[in-house]
């Protein structure tokens, strides 16, 4: 990844180039165990990477447009590694139906994150915490009664990230920013063959959530 950054207030001034070479390893293996008939267990080992956004490199400031907030990019930036488990047992009682319960455990290398930093304006950027993790459980429904489908979910998701030392946040260990504790999702369908067409009723809910991540005790 190469960002050019130009100062359009001196155009005189030498381009800043921000460089990120990056070879990754990502395997995975999946692993599918047939318990019955209408029976699984699967379980899955991965490793990806998340990379940086552009103007997450690029060294200067922007508006957000959600809270007016001055975000800084910040060229030091490196990819963070993620190495995910996950076992899934499900159950298929008809070819249309399934009832489904997982569990999940992600292990975060370098994860990006937004923090606060002081300056005249309230100014967030970017950088590499030193670890993060996500854990938790998911459930899933799904159960047709002609001409209604029903499909529920739902994730209970616990999160953790450990900053560097010389930061100045208020919390060196919390939850990653954005990363809801639960999320819910309810499906309701009808179908009506005479039309060929499908009518759709959904529901949403995420639970709470680091909006950004404060300093100074705020």
């Known amino acids: 990844i190469e960002v050019v950054t130009l100062d359009r207030q001196n155009p005189a001034s030498e381009p800043i180039l921000t460089s990120l070479p990056s070879q990754d390893w990502m395997p995975s293996l999946g692993v599918v165990y047939r318990l019955s008939g209408s029976q699984n267990l699967r379980v899955s080992a991965s490793q990806t990477v998340n990379r940086p956004e552009f103007r997450e490199l690029a060294p200067f400031q922007f508006t957000s447009i959600t809270g007016g907030f001055e975000i800084a990019g910040n060229p030091d930036l490196v990819g963070a590694t993620i190495q995910s488990l996950d076992a899934r047992w499900e159950w298929f009682p008809s070819s249309s139906d399934v009832i489904a319960a997982s569990a999940f455990y992600k292990s975060f290398e370098d994860p990006i994150e937004m923090v606060l930093i002081p300056a005249v304006t309230r100014t967030l950027t970017y950088l590499n915490a030193e670890e993060a993790r996500n854990q938790g459980l998911e459930l899933e429904f799904r159960r047709t009664f002609s001409p209604f489908t029903l499909i529920l979910n739902y994730a209970y998701i616990d999160s953790q990230i450990t900053l560097p030392e010389d930061t100045i946040q208020t919390n060196p260990q ?10 819910g999702n309810a499906v309701l369908e009808w179908y009506n063959p005479g039309t060929s067409s499908t009518v759709r009723l959904l529901y ?3 639970g709470e959530q ?9």
Do not use: K, W
């Not at 919390?174 to 999320?183: A, C, I, K, S």
């Open 174 to 183: 919390r939850p990653l920013v954005g990363q809801p504790d639960t999320v």
């Open 210 to 218: 680091v909006h950004f991540a404060g300093s100074y005790g705020l």
């Open 204 to 206: 949403n809910y995420v």
